[in-house]
């Protein structure tokens, strides 16, 4: 149950986090992203690596980002994703939104204190 | 937008879906294992690392669907994959449910179709709501069968047709039409038709466009020209059914031409111009063919009445247009007109189911009278219907309460299930829809078969409601619109619709009352629960239910019974009837010299006993009511308001349909021509116009003022019920037909107003007699063909159609809410019993007797019984009165039947309570205890 809560609250951000993930560093498998998340978050068991498969599926059904069956660097098979043409505009609104909204969100955090 | 139609698709294919996210699950299940061993981490470990990692891979499938597809959908799916394997599971709940629900959807399913067809869906000619019949309501003259309000209604004078049809504003068109019948020789044999003469108004007025050809010009409605045909569908493919027939010519023959052709000329050529589309059948399904007629007065201005249909105009009611016509009416005749003066009050067998007018001077200012043709033609069927609909919708009803009930004893069963289900985590609305998806299904199930048993239904409505279909039988038997009798869109829609409602009802109740289980309760004992007050209730309302309809089923069955068993007055076994057509037009005493001889050569076949022929037979509807002139001493006597009946007969006629002779002789032989006249009465005449005195002996006088002629009475007939056999026989006289004067100075009746109706009694079976008699009719005339063909037990059973097939019907209703009423209280009785075992046990180790124990179950459903008859008892006492016009015999409120019904019930609900009550008594308490 918590384990839910936790993703629901993510989900939006996660999103966000995907895409910037795959602007910044080009395609990238599902491990790969999640290696650059724990990476970044510089907390190895923040989210179990499973759960980044909706967010996936919700980018791709939104168009974009595009996956495509590649070869890894020790040839192994792996779907990598790529960040569309959409999904660039989609990131910079985002950002954009998220930034007003964190704005907003610490204003009234630090007000209430 | 795109991810919702994305989400759509995505829902259909969960298969694919898995099987590309399983691939790239253990594609990134490898790449994780890779990692941890480079970090050192020995084969095994690194799995179980990369393993812990990646999470539950159930789990994230499970994320996955949900994101790519819609969830609700989603879930229906799920639910009913589970709706299925559960109901797989139960077999036998699941065959009952099923069954229970496809009868009642079934029966109402075919109900409805009949309803659609015959009563709402309108009639197949444009904006067909705003054609009206017009008729004459002459007050104070009413005639009837003693059901429903008595009115004289008489066709419209063509005087006042002209001048309404001239003047009026709220009628948009008016036609007038009346009933040809006459022969047309086809291929070499003689071919009876029904047609209708039309006037100039009557297409337009329709606005149906023929297949074949053309309509009417209006100038061919002037005489002369007016040697134009219409055919119907049906008739022309009796001439072969292709476009040649267009300026082919065909002439009427006339050995029945005689009251119903006086717009036929015959031996004429007349020539088909046109063809109607299939379907068209306008003003009555008999309709073969149209001619041209135009509405013409009379010379000597008596009045000439025709049959007419209007077309209201736009914005007009029927109340305005009448109003509107009397309005004129009155302007035209200064005082109102009252009466036809017609002497020889024969009346035609009506076309419609109007009474025909009939006999004497009427007073009373009459009204015009605007009835929607549909009315007219489906009025008379249109109470039963309803009554149908409604028994129907009792079936239902009733399989609903006995769903519900099975499903509330199901659900209580399975309160452990719901209670796990809610336990892992299912919220109630979830459970509520998992609850009404199973009933959905099932009722979505019921449904299918329902529809199936609709178009069995239908047809075994069809099979019942069709007659002989012969407009001289009555239309009263031929039921409207039967052709167009079917399972349509709409009735399938119906079928849809009441499925759902259904699935809704008997599902909601359990739903709601499980989906917020009791988690507490589960633990404790269940017997507890008020359920089965809820199931003694809902079984006392079914048992009601089927209280009304059996009361309604029995009321019609014993009068159809008694309808079926009344005396006819004659003997209707071993006697064949039927018509001959001819190729010639013979003039009245030709016809008789025709059937003569006919008759004279059909005595010579060995099996014939006794061969007639006459006017008519006992329930052909011509009506030929004569005022009755006595003699008594030097004057001569008008019995005032006292008319009888008169048969043109031969000698033979009484002794072939076994009429007995009850006083006196019959006649004979010596009766001809040119002899003393002599007449039979029957005894209701003898009884009214001679209590007290001897009839035979005295002198009925015959004819008009002027030429009457004396008839002695010479005997005396039994009663014939004439009109149906649940009309009261009326005053008859027979004559000899050889007596009967065809001078047309006599203005006397035409002889064979419908052509002759030959009788033969015989001992060979009626097809060896038929063809017999063909084969005598061609010796007399090359071309001649039998029609009409009935035994007189056909044309007995034809008359009594309708009763017959409310009968069966509401009787099959009524046999399934008691066998579904009896099957709810056995479910409700064996579930007290199961869930009182341990109380049962209880008493039995205390002491109880098997016999206490019993009757401690028989007690308890014969109070459910008794409270459910007697509430259905007060329920049908209040409802049978709507039955009243279909019974003949006994009254609404019929005591026998009410507590026949009643005893049937107890009786059927103490068998089906008998078997629980047998287990309860055999409860073996160690066993019942020991299930603590």
Request: with cysteine; proline share 6%.
């Amino acid at each position: 149950m918590s384990l839910v809560e936790r993703i629901e609250i993510l989900q939006g951000t996660l999103d966000l986090i995907v895409l910037r993930a795959l602007a910044t560093m080009g395609p990238q498998h599902a491990y790969g992203l999640a290696a650059r998340l724990e990476q970044v978050a510089e907390h190895p068991l923040m989210l179990n690596q499973g759960t980044l498969y909706p967010a996936l599926v919700r980018l791709e059904q939104n168009g974009w980002i595009k996956g495509s069956w590649q070869k890894t660097e020790n040839n192994r098979d792996a779907k990598y994703y790529a960040i569309t043409r959409a999904g660039t505009r989609a990131l910079e609104k985002q950002t954009d939104r998220w930034h007003r909204l964190a704005g907003l969100v610490n204003k009234l955090l630090v007000d209430e204190q | 937008m795109r991810r919702l139609l994305a989400r759509l698709i995505g829902t259909a294919r969960h298969a694919r879906a898995d099987a590309e996210l399983e691939r790239e699950m253990a594609a990134h299940l490898a790449l994780l294992e890779d990692g941890f061993r480079r970090r050192g981490l020995a084969a095994a470990d690194a799995r179980a690392a990369a393993q812990r990692a990646l999470g539950s891979a159930a789990y994230a499938r499970d994320l996955h669907r949900d994101a790519r597809s819609v969830a609700c959908l989603d879930d229906l799916g799920r639910d009913l994959r589970y709706a299925l394997r559960t109901l797989r599971r139960a077999p036998g709940f699941t065959f009952v449910v099923v069954m229970t629900l496809a009868l009642g959807i079934g029966a109402n399913t075919a109900i409805f179709s009949v309803v659609h067809s015959v009563l709402i869906r309108p009639l197949p000619y444009p904006d067909s709501a705003r054609l009206v019949r017009v008729w004459e309501n002459v007050p104070g003259a009413e005639i009837g069968n003693g059901k429903g309000p008595n009115r004289r209604y008489a066709a419209m004078d063509v005087a006042d047709l002209l001048a309404v049809s001239e003047r009026s504003r709220a009628l948009a068109n008016v036609a007038a039409f009346s009933f040809a019948r006459a022969t047309i020789t086809i291929d070499g044999d003689a071919t009876r038709m029904d047609g209708f003469g039309v006037s100039p108004g009557f297409f337009p007025m329709l606005g149906v466009a023929p297949l074949v050809g053309r309509t009417f010009a209006p100038e061919e409605s002037i005489a002369g020209v007016d040697r134009v045909l219409v055919l119907a569908y049906d008739a022309w493919q009796r001439f072969g059914g292709d476009a040649r027939v267009l300026g082919r010519t065909v002439a009427f023959t006339g050995n029945s031409l005689g009251w119903f052709s006086d717009g036929i000329v015959p031996e004429v050529p007349y020539t088909i111009v046109g063809v109607m589309p299939p379907g068209f059948h306008f003003p009555y399904d008999n309709a073969q063919f149209w001619i041209p007629r135009a509405p013409a007065r009379s010379p000597d201005g008596r009045p000439v009445r025709r049959e007419t249909v209007a077309r209201l105009a736009d914005g007009a009611t029927p109340t305005l247009a009448a109003a509107e016509m009397d309005a004129i009416r009155r302007d035209l005749h200064n005082t109102a007109t009252v009466g036809d003066g017609l002497y020889w009050g024969t009346a035609p067998p009506p076309p419609s189911s109007i009474q025909p007018s009939s006999t004497s001077m009427v007073g009373g200012r009459p009204r015009y009278e605007l009835i929607p043709v549909q009315d007219e033609l489906t009025g008379p069927v249109q109470p039963a219907l309803l009554v149908l609909m409604a028994a129907v919708g009792v079936v239902l009803l009733i399989a609903c309460v006995n769903v519900a009930n099975l499903l509330l004893a199901r659900t209580a069963s399975r309160q452990r299930e719901i209670a796990v289900r809610a336990a892992i985590g299912a919220g109630p609305g979830r459970l509520v829809r998992q609850l009404i998806t199973e009933s959905l299904l099932l009722a979505g199930l019921g449904g299918v078969f329902g529809i199936a048993l609709a178009f069995g239904g239908v047809r075994l409505f069809r099979l019942l409601a069709t007659t002989l279909g012969r407009s001289d039988l009555g239309l009263a038997s031929v039921f409207p619109r039967l052709s167009e009798v079917s399972v349509d869109a709409a009735a399938l829609g119906y079928a849809l619709a009441i499925s759902i409602a259904t699935g809704l009802v008997f599902g909601l109740a359990p739903a709601l009352r499980h989906a917020r289980p009791r988690h507490a309760a589960l633990l404790r004992d269940l017997s507890a629960s008020p359920r089965s007050t809820i199931g003694g209730s809902l079984v006392v309302v079914e048992i009601a239910l089927a209280t009304v309809l059996l009361v309604g089923a029995g009321l019609l069955i014993t009068s159809f019974v008694k309808l079926a068993t009344v005396d006819p007055g004659f003997e209707p076994t071993h006697v064949l009837t039927f018509q001959v057509l001819q190729s010639t037009s013979p003039r009245p005493e030709e016809q008789r010299v025709f059937a003569e001889t006919f008759v004279e050569r059909l005595r010579g076949v060995p099996e014939v006993q006794s061969a007639a022929y006459g006017r008519q037979l006992p329930l052909v509807q011509l009506q030929d009511s004569l005022t009755v002139t006595l003699r008594r001493g030097d004057v001569d006597v008008t019995l005032a308001g006292e008319g009888a009946d008169v048969r043109f007969v031969s000698r033979d006629y009484l002794k072939t349909m076994g009429i007995p002779i009850v006083a006196g002789r019959g006649l004979t032989e010596a009766d001809g021509e040119g002899r003393p006249g002599v007449v039979v009465i029957n005894d209701a005449l003898a009884r009214r116009s001679f209590a007290g005195s001897t009839p035979v002996g005295q002198i009925i006088l015959f004819g008009p003022q002027g030429h009457r002629v004396p008839l002695e009475i010479v005997g005396v007939a039994g009663n014939v019920r004439q009109f149906g056999l649940d009309r009261a026989p009326e005053p008859q006289y027979f004559m000899d037909i050889r007596q009967v004067p065809t001078d047309p100075a006599l203005r006397a009746p035409p002889l064979f107003p419908v052509g002759a109706y030959y009788s033969v009694r015989a001992t060979a079976d009626a097809g060896a007699i038929a063809a017999a008699a063909r084969a005598i009719a061609r010796q007399l005339d090359p071309h001649a063909t039998l029609t009409d063909v009935a035994t007189m037990e056909q044309i007995v059973s034809n008359s009594i159609t309708r009763p017959r097939m409310y009968a069966v019907l509401v009787g099959v209703f009524a046999a399934v809410a008691l066998a579904l009423a009896v099957i709810g209280l056995y479910g409700v009785m064996a579930y007290s019993v199961a869930q009182r075992t341990r109380e049962i046990g209880v008493r039995v180790a205390l002491g109880a007797e098997r016999r206490d124990v019993m009757r401690l179950v028989l007690r308890r459903s014969l109070l459910l019984t008794a409270a459910g008859i007697a509430l259905g008892v007060a329920f049908a006492a209040g409802l049978t009165r709507y039955l009243e016009s279909m019974l003949f015999g006994l009254r609404p409120l019929d005591a026998a039947t009410f507590a026949g019904v009643a005893a049937m019930f107890a009786a059927a609900a103490t068998l089906a309570s008998y078997v629980p009550a047998r287990r309860a008594a055999s409860v073996d308490p160690l066993v019942a205890l020991r299930e603590e």
